[in-house]
């Protein structure tokens, strides 16, 4: 049995309405208010995996972001919407994607082979760099109920969509350390303790939040990348 399932993405924002007007039209989905806050949203379609939670930040982002999203989507269409091209990642043209960014500065990758085929919702892959991805990819593989799988040329590793995963998820190996909290991240259902059992870190517990709308606990992988944890019973 594993031990968690995937629940939903979320997004770190310095502008909220600015973000979430970008990937709600990127991702083909639509965007509401989440809860109380103006600053905040929640990008949804019928399909409760498919959800997207814009969180406003203070902080910048300052350095390449080790969690990026891969679209099915052409570069014109990306562009259209507020996103441009980064200049230090041409277009990779024998594997036929090119890498932009968000109007915030962040990351994502343009596969525009089947954009005209996928439907509304646009989402190609979830991709994390990795000091280890082998072992990174076999944890959350664990975790999750999934077998991880080698590309055949490439030292990259992908899960495929499963437990909840609405789209494949990619570990890709990169030299640089983790030095800030990722600006994306993704939560699951399940139970703190076993996933603490099996490796993972806690950053923060429910029960230690200042904030009492907080619910959940935030933990951190093998290699530090940050995840909030639900309980299944909780609605």
């Known amino acids: 049995m594993p031990d968690a399932i995937f629940k939903d ?34 990008l949804v379609d019928d399909v409760a995996e498919h959800r997207v939670w814009i969180n406003e930040v203070p902080e910048p982002r300052t350095v390449k972001q080790r969690v990026h999203l891969d679209l099915h989507a052409t570069v014109d269409e990306l562009t259209r919407l507020g996103a441009s091209v980064a200049a230090e990642y041409p277009d990779i043209e024998q594997d036929h994607w090119s890498v932009l960014r968000d109007p915030e500065g962040g990351e994502l990758c343009a596969f525009p ?3 005209a085929t996928v439907g509304r919702y646009r989402l190609h892959a979830l991709v994390v760099d990795a000091a280890d991805p082998a072992a990174v990819s076999g944890w959350w593989g664990e975790r999750l109920g999934l077998e991880p799988k080698r590309f055949a040329q490439r030292p990259w590793y992908r899960l495929e969509s499963g437990a909840g995963l609405p789209a494949q998820m990619l570990f890709i190996p990169v030299p640089e350390p983790k030095t800030v909290k990722n600006r994306i991240h993704w939560d699951v259902w399940g139970e ?15 029960e230690d939040s200042p ?9 951190a992988d093998p290699e530090g990348n940050e995840f909030c944890v639900f309980r299944p019973d909780q609605p």
């Open 113 to 115: 082979q089947r954009a």
């Open 192 to 206: 703190t303790e076993r996933l603490l059992a099996a490796g993972a870190t806690l950053l923060t517990s429910r």
């Open 9 to 42: 993405l979320v997004i770190d924002a310095t502008s909220g309405s600015v973000l979430a007007s970008f990937w709600s039209a990127a991702l083909g989905l639509r965007s509401e208010p989440a809860g109380d806050s103006a600053a905040d949203f929640l």
């Open 211 to 219: 904030d009492p709308h907080v619910f959940w606990d935030v933990l």
